[in-house]
């Protein structure tokens, strides 16, 4: 699956791109407000965002 | 392949199935739900890359699929040792593994009768924790008093004290990636600036580093007295010789490939290919 849709910032409107080989849950962020969000793949294959989720203490190696 | 979250590496082990004809199944563990008395080989595959950021999301999810007899890489015993700081260092000591030298605490007060013995500076880290986060530098007992009063107020679990000597290195550490029973590549983590701690994900810049017959030895005792799988072992370079100070569960080496040219993700899907016949 290779596709680049342009989707659109919650907080500016700027544009967020879906990269190529897309998967769920991969981060992605703004390219004029730099806010990251998680990709969300819908049952139909559409593409939305869900805001990314904040580093957790037990993130990590 | 489990996940949480899509990290550089989670993208790069993907499409070196890709590459590789392997068709991996991605599973975001945080869209499922798990009924504990069912058998989930059907949706998981008998084997399994457990690759989540979250630790205890990581761990959990090996526990229950080990018991249903899944093959989880990591597994969850050694899932379990490399994601606390105090059980590896225990596992590495027990393995006759060089280790800086390393006292365990539970009140602030038996912590600075501990720092009384192992000498200012040293280091107090998180039991469970990753990236260098809320690594702290104790320079003397001022500060140690502050650090405490802090960590009083937090979650039991940083109300342990696992404190460690401030080993005379060099300003970098040496990270190894063990994949199986092969050292497949090591870097120098590099400080980048004034901050003592030399974690890529702080800054730290990679190097190649040459992997000796001593650091290769060293590196497989290490993954080995942790358990069988792919291990990143953290080394520093002490007068005295080489110490491991940590060894972890669920590698990143976003900065490691284009250091050393290593395709560790390639690599990975092999270990996995082969550990699956």
């Known amino acids: 699956m290779t596709r680049n849709e342009t989707l659109k910032c919650q907080d500016c409107e700027g544009p967020v791109v879906v990269p190529n ?3 769920e849950g991969e ?16 049952e139909n294959g559409t593409f939305s965002l869900n805001p990314a989720e904040v580093e957790g203490e037990d993130w990590g190696e | 392949m489990l996940y949480d979250l899509v990290r550089w590496e989670e993208k790069a082990i993907y499409q070196a199935a890709k ?9 975001n563990c945080r869209r499922l739900h798990f009924d504990l008395s069912k058998d989930h080989l059907e949706e998981i595959g008998d ?7 979250s630790y205890f999301r990581g761990l959990h999810l090996a526990g229950l699929l080990e018991s249903k007899g899944i093959d989880v890489v990591n597994d969850f015993h050694s899932t379990l040792i490399a994601g606390n700081k105090l059980f590896t260092t225990l596992a590495l000591i027990k393995a006759q593994l060089p280790v800086p030298r390393t006292m365990l605490s539970f009140t602030p007060e038996a ?18 924790g990753s990236w ?5 530098l104790l320079n003397d007992r001022d500060s140690a008093v502050s650090v405490f009063e802090h960590r009083e107020q937090m979650f039991p679990l940083y109300r342990v ?20 029973d092969r050292v497949v590549a090591a870097i120098y983590r590099i400080s980048q600036s004034s901050d003592f701690r030399t974690n ?4 730290g810049k990679a190097e190649n580093c040459t992997i000796d017959k001593e650091l290769e030895d060293i590196s497989l005792k290490a993954a080995r007295a942790i358990g069988d799988g792919i291990y990143g072992v953290d080394i520093m370079e002490s007068p005295e010789g080489l110490v491991v100070h940590e060894v972890n569960n669920t590698i990143e080496f976003k900065n490691t490939v284009p250091a050393t040219g290593v395709d560790i993700q390639g690599l990975i899907i092999e270990h996995l290919l082969q550990r699956s016949k």
């Open chain 1, 21 to 23: 080989d897309p998967m």
């Open chain 1, 27 to 42: 981060i992605v962020s703004c390219g004029d407000c730099g806010a990251s969000y998680e990709l969300v793949v819908g």
């Open chain 2, 19 to 27: 590459r590789k004809g392997v068709d991996l199944k991605l599973i």
């Open chain 2, 47 to 53: 084997i399994t890359l457990q690759r989540c950021v």
């Open chain 2, 111 to 128: 912590s600075l009768d501990a720092l009384d013995e192992l000498g200012y500076p040293a280091v107090l880290k998180p039991t469970v």
């Open chain 2, 132 to 136: 260098g986060r809320l690594v702290s």
């Open chain 2, 161 to 180: 004290y696992y404190l460690q000597e401030k080993v005379n290195r060099p300003p970098r550490d040496i990270r190894s990636f063990v994949i199986g």
């Open chain 2, 200 to 203: 890529t994900a702080r800054g």
